[in-house]
């Protein structure tokens, strides 16, 4: 814009030295002239040989947690950039990246912008914009660069050490906090020792016998396994109240109180696989999700990068979701519901459960002060009456303040 009115400055002199045969403006008009050929000069190569990295200190973290992203611009250029403004794009809220720096002579500038991760998702992190000019603010020039990271946040972690866990129909069973490997009484047979076997499980009789190294290999304790049912499901008409408001609306909106359910499911897990149990996820919605049951590593990565991203979609009910998957269900393996609706069409499913021996635990993610709290009420005392465990959380409750680098996925 300052170019456009300082070109018609320009004609409009140069106009009135014509008319004036030339007597007195054209010093003037030279000037201009040459100050906006210098300025769209220095414009012109303003954003060449620039060059800009980013990195961040983690690409996963859980919400509540700071991630730090690292940026630095360089002139490789003998020109020097008076001013560059660096715009970032990202879509992390929150993320302020993009400042406006001074670049000398084959200089460079470098900072840094840290972020709080106040929610779950997957986030891109760039591009970046950049734009440059002239000294006298006459013409400018932008470029886009495509430098991008994708950082995963996770739920973030809830207190649940008092939730009770679902227990194996054998005798002997007990959770352990300790290494499943190494958590067992039973000696199932023996075999060659291997480099990493603890030396204190050496069959001595065996090795003098055979001439050669062996260890004693044990069976498992008879612990169950855990299937976690998440319901993320819409509600349907049938859900909606005479006043508009849904059986789902727990506190202060429905989107709390799935984002609490997501943050209890993943605690979950995790407290299940520290206690070496092999745990398996159905995310219960019209296209549900399912892990099949594992107690590796590799299950924390997959169970929240899952839950990063998991929304709802269309509407299954809790039955017809319990109904479909009870074949995954028996006496060696429990369930863990984990619901904000108070819909009670699936106390019927958990009674048959139940009576085929699989212990049910039922997660209420609800607020006393809700609309439908006396039909959530009903559905805590319908799955007390068919011997399911009932836990009512509320949502904001036993959020964990976490630091930094908390987390298996950032070390």
């Given at each position: 814009?300052?170019?456009?009115?300082?070109?018609?400055?320009?004609?409009?002199?140069?106009?009135?030295?014509?008319?004036?045969?030339?007597?007195?403006?054209?010093?003037?008009?030279?000037?201009?002239?040459?100050?906006?050929?210098?300025?769209?000069t220095?414009?012109?190569?303003?954003?060449?040989?620039?060059?800009?990295?980013?990195?961040?200190?983690?690409?996963?973290?859980?919400?509540?947690?700071?991630?730090?992203?690292?940026?630095?611009?360089?002139?490789?250029?003998?020109?020097?950039?008076?001013?560059?403004?660096?715009?970032?794009?990202?879509?992390?809220?929150?993320?302020?990246?993009?400042?406006?720096?001074?670049?000398?002579?084959?200089?460079s500038?470098?900072?840094?912008?840290?972020?709080?991760?106040?929610?779950?998702?997957?986030?891109?992190?760039?591009?970046?914009?950049?734009?440059?000019g002239?000294?006298?603010?006459?013409?400018?020039?932008?470029?886009?660069?495509?430098?991008?990271?994708?950082?995963?946040?996770?739920?973030?972690?809830v207190?649940?050490?008092?939730?009770?866990?679902?227990?194996?129909?054998?005798?002997?069973?007990?959770?352990?906090?300790?290494?499943?490997?190494?958590?067992?009484?039973?000696?199932?047979?023996?075999?060659?020792?291997?480099?990493?076997?603890?030396?204190?499980?050496?069959?001595?009789?065996?090795?003098?016998?055979?001439g050669?190294?062996?260890?004693?290999?044990?069976?498992?304790?008879?612990?169950?396994?855990?299937?976690?049912?998440?319901?993320?499901?819409?509600?349907?008409?049938g859900?909606?109240?005479?006043?508009?408001?849904?059986?789902?609306?727990?506190?202060?909106?429905?989107?709390?109180?799935?984002?609490?359910?997501?943050?209890?499911?993943?605690?979950?897990?995790?407290?299940?696989?520290?206690d070496?149990?092999?745990?398996?996820?159905?995310?219960?919605?019209?296209?549900?999700?399912?892990?099949?049951a594992?107690?590796?590593?590799?299950?924390?990565?997959?169970?929240?990068?899952?839950?990063?991203?998991?929304?709802?979609?269309?509407?299954?009910?809790?039955?017809?979701?319990?109904?479909?998957?009870?074949?995954?269900?028996?006496?060696?393996?429990?369930?863990?519901?984990?619901?904000?609706?108070?819909?009670?069409?699936?106390?019927?499913?958990?009674?048959?459960?139940?009576?085929?021996?699989?212990?049910?635990?039922?997660?209420?993610?609800?607020?006393?002060?809700?609309?439908?709290?006396?039909?959530?009420?009903?559905?805590?005392?319908?799955?007390?009456?068919?011997?399911?465990?009932?836990?009512?959380?509320?949502?904001?409750?036993?959020?964990?303040?976490?630091?930094?680098?908390?987390?298996?996925?950032?070390?």
């Amino acid at each position: 814009m300052g170019a456009l009115k300082l070109g018609l400055i320009t004609a409009v002199l140069f106009a009135v030295a014509i008319v004036n045969d030339w007597s007195t403006p054209d010093r003037l008009i030279m000037t201009l002239v040459i100050v906006l050929i210098i300025a769209w000069t220095w414009t012109r190569f303003s954003l060449q040989r620039l060059g800009l990295t980013r990195s961040l200190t983690l690409d996963r973290v859980r919400a509540g947690e700071w991630v730090t992203e690292d940026l630095s611009l360089s002139n490789r250029a003998l020109l020097p950039k008076l001013w560059v403004e660096v715009q970032d794009l990202s879509s992390l809220p929150g993320h302020h990246a993009g400042r406006v720096v001074h670049l000398g002579s084959r200089g460079s500038s470098s900072w840094s912008a840290t972020t709080r991760c106040e929610r779950r998702g997957r986030y891109r992190l760039g591009p970046i914009a950049i734009s440059s000019g002239d000294a006298f603010g006459l013409f400018e020039s932008r470029k886009m660069i495509p430098a991008t990271h994708e950082l995963i946040v996770y739920p973030p972690q809830v207190d649940v050490s008092d939730i009770p866990m679902p227990m194996a129909n054998m005798s002997g069973g007990r959770a352990t906090h300790v290494n499943p490997s190494l958590a067992a009484h039973q000696i199932s047979g023996i075999r060659e020792y291997s480099t990493g076997d603890p030396l204190n499980r050496i069959s001595w009789n065996a090795t003098a016998r055979l001439g050669r190294m062996m260890v004693k290999e044990f069976d498992p304790e008879p612990t169950s396994d855990i299937w976690i049912m998440l319901d993320l499901n819409e509600p349907d008409e049938g859900d909606v109240e005479l006043n508009g408001r849904s059986s789902r609306s727990a506190g202060p909106s429905v989107d709390e109180a799935l984002e609490y359910a997501i943050a209890v499911a993943g605690s979950l897990a995790e407290r299940c696989l520290a206690d070496g149990r092999k745990i398996g996820m159905i995310v219960n919605r019209s296209m549900p999700i399912r892990l099949d049951a594992d107690n590796s590593q590799r299950q924390w990565f997959r169970v929240f990068e899952t839950l990063a991203v998991a929304s709802s979609f269309g509407h299954r009910s809790l039955f017809e979701a319990i109904q479909a998957e009870s074949r995954r269900f028996s006496r060696n393996s429990g369930l863990i519901v984990i619901t904000s609706s108070a819909a009670q069409d699936w106390v019927i499913a958990a009674q048959s459960l139940v009576q085929r021996q699989v212990p049910v635990t039922a997660v209420l993610v609800t607020d006393r002060h809700r609309p439908d709290a006396q039909e959530m009420q009903a559905l805590l005392e319908a799955l007390a009456s068919v011997h399911a465990s009932v836990v009512r959380l509320t949502p904001g409750e036993r959020l964990a303040a976490l630091e930094p680098s908390h987390s298996p996925a950032s070390t």
